[in-house]
């Protein structure tokens, strides 16, 4: 870890046993602990990566990578290219991007 603190200290604070839930299902729901969690509310960089995150990343990259796969069909036969058809697949790509 290069110029980055180590964490030493705790910060206390009280909350209902209600509140306290909701954060542990919230924390729970976006695949982090309730430390992390609360970190990314304070808009501060999480120290690790969740499970979560990862399928996030190769979801975009595949999604990135048929992009590229359109724009070199599209530059390759553009003369011959049904605007239908690249149409449909920016639709569908657009469908993936809903779904994250």
């Known amino acids: 870890m290069k110029n980055e603190e180590k964490r030493t200290e705790f910060v206390n604070t009280r909350v209902t046993p209600t509140e306290k839930h909701l ?3 919230q924390a729970e729901a976006e695949g982090m602990s309730l430390g992390d969690f609360v970190r990314v509310q304070l808009n501060r960089p ?3 990566k ?3 995150e990862r ?5 975009l990259a595949r999604i990135g ?3 590229n796969q359109i724009a070199r069909w599209a530059n390759t036969y553009k003369k011959n290219a049904e605007v239908a ?3 449909l697949v920016l639709l569908e790509i ?3 991007f809903k779904c994250l």
């Open 85 to 87: 058809q690249v149409v």
């Open 46 to 48: 999480r120290v690790r």
């Open 23 to 25: 954060l542990k299902i």
């Open 55 to 59: 399928q996030k990343v190769i979801h």
């Open 65 to 67: 990578n048929n992009l």
């Open 50 to 52: 969740t499970k979560v």
């Open 94 to 96: 657009r469908e993936e």
